[in-house]
T-cell receptor, first 114, second 108 residues
């Protein structure tokens, strides 16, 4: 089954404790992206990647890191989480060679930073 | 910067038609997406417009006017399962900027 998976789905942590949210896709997509979703603000792009070893900042990259060492994986790293990073996070992937970049979203990771 | 506006909420009756408007002012434009998102779930793709005009897909249609920075999503023959948030998103060279979403409630 074609899908984007994220782990963990739910996470409660404390300020300053480094964490990684994994994202994996099995559709051989070149393009992958991370978003956060907050009430009243909608989805905001954090980082995206056009291919292996190529990453670019989205609209809200501060406090986040990403890496793209393999085509299928695109982990999101919070080196020192803070309470304002409490949010719902979505990973997405897409085939950049299509006429348009339809993105397929993972199920989401709800993160709470205390 | 990117500015994408859509109404916060809309309510309609089962079987009716609802039109969700989206206006945008963005630094770049390579097309406009509409996504549907049920509560607690991931967004799912509904439509994409890159040229002016109407795209029809079953009960859902989407319209784009690039000169006016305007799009709408038309939902016909509303069903209870259409109760969800509808997200307008502008594609700018693979960067996606989303509106805050419109929550549609379908009443029996």
């Amino acid at each position: 089954e074609a899908q984007v998976t994220q782990n963990p789905r739910y996470l409660i942590t404390v300020t300053g404790k480094k964490l990684t949210v994994t994202c994996s896709q099995n559709m051989n997509h070149e393009y992958m992206s991370w978003y956060r979703q907050d009430p009243g603000l909608g989805l905001r792009q954090i980082y995206y990647s056009m291919n292996v070893e190529v990453t670019d900042k989205g609209d809200v990259p501060e406090g986040y890191k990403v890496s793209r060492k393999e085509k299928r994986n695109f982990p999101l790293i919070l080196e020192s989480p803070s309470p304002n990073q409490t949010s719902l996070y979505f990973c997405a992937s897409g085939n950049r060679d299509r006429p348009y970049n339809e993105q397929f979203f993972g199920p989401g990771t709800r993160l709470t930073v205390l | 910067g990117q500015n994408i506006d859509q109404p916060t909420e809309m309510t309609a009756t089962e079987g009716a038609i609802v039109q969700i408007n989206c206006t945008y002012q963005t630094s770049g434009f390579n097309g406009l997406f509409w996504y549907q998102q049920h509560a607690g779930e991931a967004p799912t793709f509904l439509s994409y417009n890159v040229l002016d005009g109407l795209e029809e897909k079953g009960r859902f249609s989407s319209f784009l006017s690039r000169s006016k920075g305007y799009s709408y999503l038309l939902l016909k023959e509303l069903q209870m399962k259409d109760s969800a948030s509808y997200l307008c998103a502008v594609n700018d060279d693979y960067k996606l900027s989303f509106g805050a979403g419109t929550t549609v409630t379908v009443r029996a």
